[in-house]
């Protein structure tokens, strides 16, 4: 088996005898990037729905997307040394994400909240309701942005 | 409610009356490269649990995120227009993925369904089994990488 994509093409190199992937500060950067892009594309799906035509099975697969990037852990993408640095561009991360961690503790609890309640509401198909949790959730995107992530 | 990130930022519009975000082919391609970025990352970290220190938990969020964005529906984001153009960077999908398209189903079948095996086996905590899915998985990556994704 030859894994040509992550070990190659991203030089993810594996410490001997440890579970930590050694990710280069540029690679975490862009990780985690686009862990949030990619969020960012099932919002839209779900805006869509929730102001257009609603179709039950794509709001499922995009709250979804969304629940498993929330758990997926990303907080272990701010390595040190990542708080300046380019990814797929630098970095908005602000230095305060770094200082403030009971705050980064709280918005980043309740965004997880509420993405596991997204996926919930989704898998009723109640339109009206994943509409008031889509309003909740961003809210909770916002919350972060505004502290945490620099304008451009 | 103010949803900033993907009105604003990404420019994301609604058709009237449409459940179709009409989604600018730059955005597209960013956001398909995303997932992807985001997906070999949680290859990264599942490869180095089977060859580390293995950490049931940590294999368990990685193998969601993959399953959660292969279930996702990327396949919308392959939209007529974004066979040339950049996102993140200029987009590597060769001009094959628009014209093979019963291969492009076949690949892209396979890495699903191994992608929704690789969840299910790293819920055992099972990590020799989990090694197994893993070169599976990645195999599948590889197969589309190799039909679909052009060389750097």
Aim: charged share 25%; net charge positive; glycine share 8%.
């Amino acid at each position: 088996m030859v894994f040509k994509l992550a070990l190659a093409a991203l030089s993810v190199s594996l410490a001997a005898g440890s579970a930590v992937a050694q990710i280069k500060p540029e690679d975490a950067i862009k990780f985690r990037q686009s862990g949030y892009t990619f969020m960012a594309w099932n919002m839209t799906r779900i805006y869509a729905n929730v102001n257009g035509t609603y179709n039950k099975e794509e709001v499922i697969k995009a709250a979804n997307a969304i629940q498993a990037v929330a758990n997926s852990g990303m907080g272990a993408l701010f390595l040190p040394g990542t708080d300046k640095g380019t990814g797929w561009e630098p970095t908005r991360a602000k230095a305060e994400f770094w200082t403030e961690r009971e705050k980064v503790g709280q918005v980043g609890g309740a965004f997880n909240k509420e993405a596991n309640e997204m996926a919930k509401v989704a898998a009723t198909g109640d339109a009206a309701a994943v509409k008031e949790q889509f309003g909740r959730l961003a809210k909770t995107c916002d919350n972060c942005h505004d502290s945490f992530k620099a304008k451009r």
